[in-house]
């Protein structure tokens, strides 16, 4: 029984997946990192409300976990792939022709894998090694992890060769690259000619329950993602949170049914002690407004901005529950609709507590 354990105990971690602050792979994790510091915030299937840990992002926990399963492994018949818009000394930021997207996905060869998307720039840094940059410190940022299964990798190809992140570094076993041609070209930066404005398509994850919806647009899309992609499939209003420092912000657009509204404010439970303004929050997700009908949230990589409308990018979409009200709790406050809109549509600024 001792030996039979101690197997089971080695087998997962040997597996590719999630990692949770104890290094067990996990369906899903949601964290958020807080301003002005490297404290954040977890949830996961079996602590499915936010909870705080001791933990230091640079030094330990579920990202590290994460990121090292990758790192140390000295198996070559993984395929891995790590991209980051902000990459120190590699590129201008006039190179636009690169997604403005951040993330890490890893499988083994047919066999699950994990796909982790988050919003810091300049991680890592190191192609090989996992350094959580210190310029990070000051705003907040998300992340989230789903553990899929081995089929969803060709359909993401699908979308990196529309999206075209910029790859920091990555292994592909040729076994793989024969089957899913599209990842060979995304991971070395080939465009595919022809290649969709956007891009919709459902992914499988492992065990859980979650319901992924995965939108992608290039940069020729010149449109708001959020606005005249995800929010019209969906069929449901979102509030948005993503970074709001830029002179091309787009502010809430009231003028469809399935509307789209600025974040402005959020606060986490009160044992919790964060709040802060989107001002502060470096972070690109959405929740769908109302109580009523489908409950979506998504996380993914572009802003409300006319700036991020030639830049490839996407949004990977889980209609949870669970993980809904995680985020639909936190809104306290969201901009109003412009003036501009006739009145029969214009709602004031929401103070959501």
């Known amino acids: 029984m001792i030996l039979y354990t101690l197997f089971c105990s080695a087998l ?27 404290s954040y915030g977890l949830a996961k299937p079996d602590q499915p409300n936010w909870y705080s840990t001791n933990g230091d992002l640079r030094y330990d926990g579920f990202l590290k976990y994460t990121f090292d399963q990758v790192f ?14 902000e990459v120190p000394d590699k590129v201008s ?24 998307i988050h919003s810091v720039p300049k991680l890592s840094m190191k192609p090989n090694q996992f350094v959580y940059p210190e310029t990070s410190k000051e705003y907040a940022q998300h992340f989230f992890c789903v553990t899929l299964n081995y089929s ?6 699908d979308h990196l060769v529309i999206s075209r992140p910029l790859i920091q570094s990555f292994q592909l076993p040729e076994s793989i690259a024969e089957l899913i041609p599209k990842l060979k070209d ?3 930066h080939k465009p595919e000619k022809n290649a969709s404005l956007f891009l919709s398509s459902s992914l499988n994850a492992t065990e859980s329950d979650l319901v992924l919806r995965l939108f992608t647009k290039s ?5 708001d993602l959020y606005s ?17 420092h830029t002179a091309s912000n787009l502010p809430s657009n009231c003028t469809t049914e399935y509307w789209v509204k600025n974040i402005e404010k959020l606060e986490w439970p009160k044992s919790m002690k964060v709040k802060f303004k989107s001002t502060q929050d470096h972070s690109k997700w959405t929740v769908s407004a109302n109580e009523e009908g489908d409950k979506w949230t998504c996380f993914g990589d572009i802003n409300r901005s006319e700036s991020q409308f030639s830049r490839g990018g996407g949004t990977l979409c889980v209609m949870d529950p669970r993980i809904w009200e995680l985020f639909r709790d936190i809104v306290v406050e969201v901009e109003g609709c412009p003036i501009s809109i006739p009145w029969s549509k214009l709602s004031p600024s929401l103070s959501l507590n």
């Open 93 to 116: 930021k006039s190179d636009v022709w690169y997604g403005h997207m951040k993330g890490l996905l890893a499988f083994p060869d047919n066999d699950r894998g994990f796909w982790l």
């Open 219 to 223: 940069r020729k899309f010149h449109q």
């Open 72 to 85: 140390n492994d000295t198996n070559k018949d993984f395929v891995f792939g790590m991209y980051n818009d």
């Open 186 to 188: 995304a991971f070395n």
């Open 12 to 38: 997962a971690n040997n597996t590719f997946g999630c990692r949770d602050e104890n290094n067990n792979v996990v369906d899903w994790l949601i964290a958020y990192k807080f301003p002005d510091g490297f």
């Open 228 to 244: 005249d992609l995800v929010a019209p499939n969906l069929k449901v209003p979102l509030f948005a949170e993503t970074w709001r």
């Open 152 to 157: 969803s990798l060709e359909t993401i190809a």
